[in-house]
Every structure is written in C-alpha cells, then in structure tokens.
C-alpha cells in the first residue's frame, strides 16, 4: 500500500490555523518560528493565529495573495516536521497550485528556507499581475470537460479577451481564468453551475505572464534537489525526480492549468491507496474522493488530531 501526500494551494487558508500545531509540538513551532523570523517584514505568526485582528478583519488580511501563500507552506511543511518526527515518510507527492513548493520542500528538493523565500516572491509578483492586468475566476459545477474547453477557445478566438480551464480538479469540477470580461462570457454560455471565485488574479493563466520573469529569476537563486520520492507537477500530472525539469515545470505552472484529476489518476496508478492532505482544510480529500471513489483512504494531517489519526492508520 503506497502513500501519497497531498498539498493544499490558496483558498484554504483559514484564520487560527496551525495555532495548535505551534502550541503541541516542538518541531512544528521551530518551523513557525523560523518563517517568521525569515519573512522580518511582516508578522506571519499573528496573521496565520489572527493574534492582531479578528472576524472579517482577519480573515481578509490573511487573503492577501502574498501574505496567504507563505502562510499555507509554512502551515504543511510544520505539519511534515511532525510527520518526520513520527516516522512517517510518503510514497509520492504532490501539490495543488502553491501547494506544490510545499511538496518539493516535503520531499527534500527544496529547503525549508528557499521554499518559503520562494512562495513569497511568489505570491508578490502574482498580486501584482493581478493590478497590472485585472482578470476574473469562476468554478463550473456539472459541466463536460470538453465543453468548457471548447467554449473557452472559442470565447478567446472572439479578441475580446482570453479565457482557459485553470484547475482541472474533479470530475465535473473545472476552474476557469483570464480577462475578466472573457470569463463573464464564459459563465453565461457554459452548460454548467458557474460561481465566481474571490481571487486577487486569474491565476494559471497567460494574465499571469507579468509574474513569470520575477519567478524565474528567484528560482534561479535557489538549489533544487532530486528528490526523495516521485513529485508530481501540476503542468504535466507525470511523476519525476529531475530537479532541472522540475524548475521549468515551477514556472510553466503560472500560466498553465493545474492538471489535478489527471494527477491523482496517476498516483493511483502508480500504486496509491492512501492520500495523506498535510495542511491546513480538506479540500483536497473532498477532491480525491470525488475522483477516485471508495477505491482509496483520504486523510488529513493539519491538526494534532488528525495527526495522530494518521499515525493509528
């Protein structure tokens, strides 16, 4: 029985978490600790905790695009050094959008430290495409992969702006992106439920092409590793363990959907039967089990209680 770990990417960050993970464990306080000393320019801990605002306040705070992606690795890659400390080590990983730093630093392709440099750039230069080139995202329920496909080609072949699948996460559950005109187009002919997401960018998507240049450059600073197990890219939903394809593969991702039906298809056939999600929510055991049934156990791991849960199974 092969174990995959799963990496939570943004919208599901949520005001207090990891609280109890700082207060229980002493590695996961040592990471929180760490990140907070590293980002000096802002006070992760107390945004992540909601220690200086409360209610609305907070939670909008911690959405913030370059505030909501350091806090979501440093939330899994705490709950990983608990993991470690148990004795515990995955078969395979993967990771959902910025979920996927959290993956390679969980499998040793990336430490700690520059990952957490990285998603930071990261979620600056992604906030400041979305100012320089505003665009929109909406979720379509119950539709046909194909058909929203060809609806957003053909909406794009209009010129009246640009629109794509960006996640690909279940069964009759894609993600749209682009312009924001070019999406309203979208949701008014795709043959499905649309809701529109409250997202600072249309992320996995060309509009993101501002933030390309800045991500390569930092990537660029940084080591990659080969990896301790097969880490699964968003771009291609293949294993590999190559660090120089996994950097091109880290900057593909902007612009490109995130493949994550396909992905999870792959780990199962590469012998998966337990998903792990290490963070904080469980969106992506919601979105396992949606693609692939009763066939496999889904897990969380982002809580001293679920923690413990899994070390049991």
Known sequence: MATAFLFPGQGSQSVGMGHELYEQFDEARARFEAAD???????????MFGLESSGADADERLKQTEITQPALYTHSLAAMAVLEASGMAPDMVA????????ALAAAGALSFEDGLRVVRRRGELMSEAGERRPGAMAAVLGADTDHVEAMCKEISAE???VVQPANYNAPGQVVIS??????????????????????????HSPLMEYARTGLTEILNTVRIEEPRCPVYP??????TTDPD???????????????????LRRMHEDGATRFVEVGT??????????TLGDDVAALGAGTPDEIEAVAEA
């Open 37 to 47: 000393e590293l980002l000096d320019d802002v006070d992760l801990l107390s945004l």
């Open 95 to 102: 990771g959902h959008s910025l979920g996927e730093y959290s």
């Open 159 to 161: 010129g009246d702006g």
């Open 178 to 203: 682009g312009d924001v005109g070019a999406v309203e187009r979208a949701t008014e002919v795709i043959e499905g439920r649309c809701l529109s997401l409250p997202v600072s960018g249309a992320f």
């Open 234 to 239: 968003n771009v291609t939903a293949e294993p």
């Open 245 to 263: 394809e996994i950097r091109q593969r880290l900057t593909e991702q902007l612009l490109s959907p995130v493949r994550w039906a396909p992905t």
């Open 281 to 290: 929510g469980s969106v992506l055991q919601g979105l396992v089990g949606r």
